[in-house]
């Protein structure tokens, strides 16, 4: 009712009423800014969202019923029904998306910049009733027996889903004929998942902050328990690499209790593969007394003296084969000369017989 007060025009002194209406005296639309692109057909008007769309610049939704200020301009005509195009901008990004109307489907389509969210379905196939086409509600109108047919059709299809209904109908009496205990059923139940989800959500932050990840958990599976515990029983080597380690740290192992660098090894080296014979005496480092002949059996017992350079009286074999065995650890000011020492055949024997006579 504003437009009719005659406050609301302000007419300059020099107006002209020959020129027309006041709009055509100062240059102006009736629409004003909504007009500005009316010279090349497109007219700002203000478009609601006829359906729930994607748009494809941010990927964000937008609802059906959203409303912007929309370009309209005619693109074609549907014989006398034109069609109309609108493009407007996305109020979430940069993006513009262009949709224009389809008479022939009473629908709109999207031309470009944005996607339809599809929530369209055949009410046929879901036992919807469907509203008769115009050709069949005139000939119902006007062809008695195709309305006798037709109404016979509907019966036997009421038939058909009678049973059905009334199934449901008994279903919907029984659960909720105490609705206040089928209330508290479903809110106990929506309350362990709430629970069950609280719980599993702080089991995730906590273990993202164990190892200092930033990302989304999945729900653990059954399988992949499985998975995680048939991973943590695998052995690290096979049966074959462990008897190969195991062979090979007995081989490398030393011969004598307190020594660090003898094994069967390198006394194989010292013979040169040959096999040892019986000797008579093993020799050992003594704090304090110097070299001195042990016993290596009651049978072979033999007591000589040491020579002042180190040598045994008993004849020993002429080949001699020298080793860096090192002697019995101990905190003699003769550590190091005992290490310094020669050991020959005899002593490699000796070694071999006392080895044989104990495990017998």
Avoid at 39 to 48: A, D, N, V
Wanted: proline letters at 4%; hydrophobic letters at 30%; charged letters at 30%.
């Amino acid at each position: 009712m504003g437009e009719r007060k005659g406050t609301n025009h302000y007419y300059p002194p020099d107006y002209d009423p020959g020129k027309g209406g006041l709009n055509k005296f100062l240059g102006t639309h009736a629409l004003r800014e909504r007009a500005r692109k009316i010279h090349l057909g497109i007219l700002i008007i203000r478009f609601e969202m006829p359906y729930n769309i994607w748009c494809n610049g941010c990927g964000n939704h937008i609802g059906m019923g959203v409303r912007y200020n929309a370009e309209k301009k005619k693109v074609g005509m549907y014989y006398s029904t034109p069609v109309y195009q609108f493009r407007m901008k996305c109020h979430l990004c940069d993006n513009h998306f262009e949709i224009k109307t389809d008479p022939g489907n009473l629908d709109y389509i999207i031309v470009s910049g944005a996607r339809r969210q599809e929530n369209r379905w055949d009410p046929t196939q879901n036992g919807q009733v469907v509203p008769e086409e115009k050709a069949t509600q005139k000939r119902l109108f006007d062809d008695a027996m195709f309305k006798l047919e037709h109404g016979k059709g509907d019966e036997s299809v009421g038939k058909s889903v009678d049973y059905r209904s009334r199934s449901l109908i008994a279903r919907r009496d029984e659960l909720w004929q105490d609705d206040f205990s089928a209330n508290s059923m479903l809110r106990s139940k929506f309350r362990a998942v709430k629970r069950a989800a609280n719980a599993s959500e702080i089991k995730d932050k906590v273990l993202l902050k164990k190892f200092g990840l930033d990302m989304k958990l999945v729900p653990e599976h059954e399988s992949d328990v499985k998975l995680a515990t048939l991973l943590s029983l695998k052995p690290s080597s096979s049966i074959t690499e462990r008897l190969k380690q195991t062979r090979a740290d007995i081989i490398n192992r030393p011969v004598l209790p307190n020594s660090s660098g003898v094994s069967v090894s390198k006394l194989k080296s010292l013979t040169n593969g040959k096999s040892l014979t019986n000797g008579r005496s093993l020799i050992e480092c003594k704090s304090g007394l110097g070299l001195v002949r042990k016993k290596c059996s009651d049978a072979q017992a033999v007591s000589s003296p040491l020579r002042p350079d180190g040598q045994s009286d008993v004849a020993e074999p002429s080949s001699e084969v020298t080793s860096d065995v090192s002697t019995v650890q101990d905190s003699s000011p003769r550590k190091e000369e005992c290490a310094d020492e020669k050991v020959n055949v005899s002593l490699v024997s000796c070694l071999y017989n006392n080895d044989s006579s104990s495990s017998e």
